[in-house]
């Protein structure tokens, strides 16, 4: 039988912090580890406990939570932790700056909890929580975004055409099987592009991924 999937949850409402907990307990396969009211808690705790998941408030005191999220991922103590963002606030400037911090995932708090309770699982797993909403909202704040894009040659060189292709569409939100789709290539083909990505790209995800193509300026 595997371990089970521990959880920090990290929320300035106690309210709140009780409800999360009663949910995730009482499902198969999910534990919660500790529980922080402050951003600065959850680092702490995050570093301690150190969960396979964190539940991330956006808005507490001392330290937030995309700077809380920035510490922990950041650090090779908690390189292994995995973020996942609630806020009841659904701006571009928090999905921006969570999945730069290096959050996994982002979700809003009347998300179903079923919904969530799956979304802990996927991003437990190591995969990126990404919807194609969330990609829309993200290519639009980059849209705005007067700062230069990082050089291509110095940042993706090693990339190889093809993967540069797949990268672009990861960026605009397409699925695995979308992207098979729009280059006529195999789901496994994809795959291995993805993780080839991944890997030369040093990045954690396809959250992060979304983030390497948009910085550096790339479109498919």
């Known amino acids: 039988m595997s ?69 922990i991922c950041g650090s090779p103590e908690t390189a292994g932790v995995r973020v996942l963002i609630l806020t009841t606030f659904d701006l571009d400037a928090y999905v921006y ?39 829309r909202r993200l290519i639009a704040e980059f849209a705005r975004r007067p700062e230069p894009a990082r050089p291509l040659s110095r940042v993706l060189d090693g990339v190889t055409e093809r993967e540069r292709e797949v990268l672009g569409l990861i960026a605009h939100g397409l699925s695995n099987t979308e992207i098979a789709e729009h280059l006529h290539l195999s789901m496994a083909t994809v795959k291995t592009h993805v993780g080839r990505l991944l890997t030369k790209l040093n990045a954690r995800d396809r959250a992060q991924l979304v983030i390497v193509a948009y910085e550096t300026g790339l479109r498919s």
């Open 3 to 71: 371990e089970p999937v521990r959880v920090l949850i990290a929320d300035d409402q106690a309210l709140l912090r009780g409800s999360f907990r009663l949910l995730v307990e009482t499902a198969p396969g999910l534990t919660v580890v500790g529980e922080a009211g402050t951003g600065a808690e959850a680092v702490d705790l995050a570093r301690g406990e150190h969960p396979d998941v964190v539940l991330m408030d956006v808005r507490m005191p001392e330290m937030d939570g995309i700077e809380a999220t920035r510490r």
């Open 97 to 135: 700056g969570a999945l730069r911090a290096g959050a996994s995932g982002f979700l809003l708090k009347d998300t179903p909890p079923k919904d969530l309770l799956a979304a802990i699982e996927v991003v437990a797993a190591g995969e990126a929580l990404l919807a194609p909403s969330v990609t």
